[in-house]
């Protein structure tokens, strides 16, 4: 019999390894308790997070909480069915309408999560015979909505706007075309030119999904991100975003202008096959996003943290993914695997989270130490962060 894990066995054997060097479990960390936004109990540790993507610190607002309280009183633990069925409550209407206020859209449409918002919306979208042009950087979530869909897949380097527009070119007049790309890239932090792709992308004919994952909440003027810091938002067809990050709790999302969008309802596999999100979390989510309309001056103190960091790291002798701060993500660059896990075992031992990257999901094979920062970082746990920092890589010899 043919042991169907054994494609399994190069990463198996790079996990044993890793383990028999002594460090601890660098994909096995416990919270205990968490204590605030950017605090928690870890492995038993009081420990400073910054390697959560809880960018404007909404996991522990107030009226948050409340509004998931009221509505597990009032509605239940879970809907179980379908948005099509029995799964849409009040509260999923209620966040659909907070969405589409805040950015200022036609159409909303709420996924269970986020990877199953990119699955659906790319799948149902682009079938076979269509082209899908992309960044090779692309989340994993993008790459599979792709597979479903069948449609054909055209990849270019990352964040190569003449590559991206030779690509476009090359597909067979007629056939239809659909450019996806993120706002912000997760693991490096870097931004997308969103300005001039999304131009190319209309001048010859194709559709544009952009992720915002990374950036809704928090970049541009109304944090609707980066599409809008860049002042392309109303060319953009679809704006994929998710519930995890700045919102706060869990979920997937997509808004779009598009006249003939409701018939997404009824068409999307993974949004007519899954049960709703349970009436808590839309409940939260909904008085979130509400909240984010006003969070100016939160997204301000995250800009500065964000500088602040970036600053601090590359002053330290850190070699870091991008040359100037471009969102909340920070990426470390490390040697190797072997001494980024030591280094992110040494952060851990001073009271520190951060998340350890590696390949293949990494780009170019990285070992990365990403941190993300959060808008409840106080400035005086920056400065606690940077010496720790300073330390470990000393410890290790990375610095």
Same mark, same amino acid.
């Given at each position: ?8 066995? #190069? ?6 390894? !890793?383990? @028999?060097?002594? =460090? ?49 009183? %009032? &509605? ?8 099509? !069925? ?17 950015? @200022?859209?036609?159409? @909303?449409?709420? &996924? ?9 919306? $790319? ?37 190569? $706007? ?8 090359? +597909? ?5 075309? !659909?450019? +996806?790309?993120?706002? =912000?890239?997760?693991?490096?932090? #870097? ?6 792709? =999304? ?19 928090? $970049? ?14 109303? #060319?953009?067809?679809? +704006? ?16 779009? %202008?598009?006249?003939?969008?409701? +018939? ?32 100016? %001056? ?6 500065? %943290? ?25 990426? =470390? ?67």
């Amino acid at each position: 019999m043919t042991d169907l894990f054994s494609k399994f066995d #190069d990463i198996i054997a790079m996990r044993e390894n !890793l383990l @028999a060097s002594g =460090v601890e479990d660098p994909f096995s960390l416990v919270m205990e308790k968490v204590l605030s936004p950017t605090r928690a109990i870890c492995n038993g540790r009081d420990t400073i997070l910054l390697g959560t993507y809880n960018y404007m610190g909404m996991t522990f607002d107030p009226d948050v909480i409340q509004a998931g309280k009221d509505a597990l009183d %009032n &509605f239940g633990a879970g809907t179980t069915g379908s948005r099509v !069925l029995n799964g849409t409550y009040r509260g999923h209407r209620d966040v659909e309408d907070a969405l589409m206020e805040f950015y @200022a859209m036609d159409h @909303a449409m709420v &996924f269970s999560t986020g990877y199953q918002a990119n699955l659906g919306i $790319i799948s149902t979208i682009a079938g076979k015979g269509d082209y899908i042009v992309l960044d090779i950087d692309s989340h994993a979530s993008i790459w599979d909505g792709c597979k479903l869909g069948d449609a054909e897949v055209v990849p270019f380097k990352h964040n190569d $706007i003449e590559a991206m527009e030779k690509r476009l070119k090359r +597909i067979p007049e007629g056939a239809g075309k !659909l450019v +996806i790309l993120e706002g =912000v890239y997760s693991m490096l932090g #870097d931004i997308a030119p969103l300005k001039e792709m =999304v131009r190319i992308a209309k001048e010859n004919g194709a559709m544009v999904l952009v992720d915002e994952a990374h950036s809704m909440g928090f $970049i541009g003027e109304h944090g609707r991100g980066v599409a809008e810091a860049q002042g392309v938002i109303d #060319d953009v067809d679809f +704006i994929i975003g998710t519930f995890s990050k700045s919102v706060g709790t869990v979920g997937g999302f997509c808004v779009s %202008n598009h006249p003939k969008f409701e +018939i997404m309802r009824l068409v999307c596999r993974p949004y007519v096959f899954t049960a709703s999100l349970p009436p808590s979390v839309v409940a939260t989510a909904a008085t979130s996003i509400r909240k984010l309309m006003h969070g100016s %001056n939160k997204r301000a103190h995250l800009w500065e %943290n964000s500088k602040r960091l970036h600053g601090g790291l590359t002053a330290l002798g850190f070699q870091l993914g991008t040359k100037e701060p471009q969102s909340a993500i920070v990426a =470390v660059i490390m040697p190797d695997l072997q001494r980024g896990a030591a280094m992110w075992e040494a952060l851990l031992h001073e009271g520190l989270y951060v998340n350890l990257a590696r390949p293949p999901a990494t780009p170019a094979n990285m070992t990365l130490l990403r941190c993300s920062l959060c808008a409840e970082h106080s400035a005086e746990q920056v400065e606690t962060i940077l010496g720790i920092f300073e330390r470990a890589g000393k410890a290790v010899g990375i610095i």
